[in-house]
């Protein structure tokens, strides 16, 4: 991608990649100002507390929710050898069963943006 030609996504993924960069998959709508949402978050801190405890780091400054999902070097290599993508891809199937239980705690928070808009 652009300058980093002999990158791929695997390396970025696996953060071995030259350029430090990474792979994201960002949901991303401004319907209301970043101040709103900060006041959202912040009224709403027991919500915001427990998505941390699910694993997602939470910047309040910005207002950003991530859940960063790190792939294994190791786990990869293996996988493509043997054609069994399993282990490798358990971070992204805990990653994805993690966002289904915290859906209450995103309805929460899309309430109250509801409420505002």
Avoid at 37 to 63: A, C, N, P, Y
Wanted: charged share 30%; net charge negative.
């Amino acid at each position: 991608e652009g300058d980093n030609e002999g990158e791929s996504w695997v390396a970025q993924v696996t953060g071995k990649a030259p350029s430090g960069t990474w792979i994201e998959l960002c949901f991303y709508q401004e319907p209301i100002k970043t101040t709103v949402w900060r006041k959202i978050m912040l009224e709403h801190s027991e919500v915001i507390q427990e998505l941390r405890t699910m694993g997602f780091v939470i910047e309040m400054r910005d207002g950003w929710i991530d859940y960063p999902v790190r792939l294994d070097p190791d786990a990869l290599a293996r996988a493509f050898d043997a054609n069994d993508f399993s282990e490798a891809s358990a971070p992204l199937e805990l990653a994805i069963d993690t966002a289904e239980k915290a859906k209450p705690l995103f309805d929460t928070l899309v309430a109250a943006i509801r409420e505002r808009i």
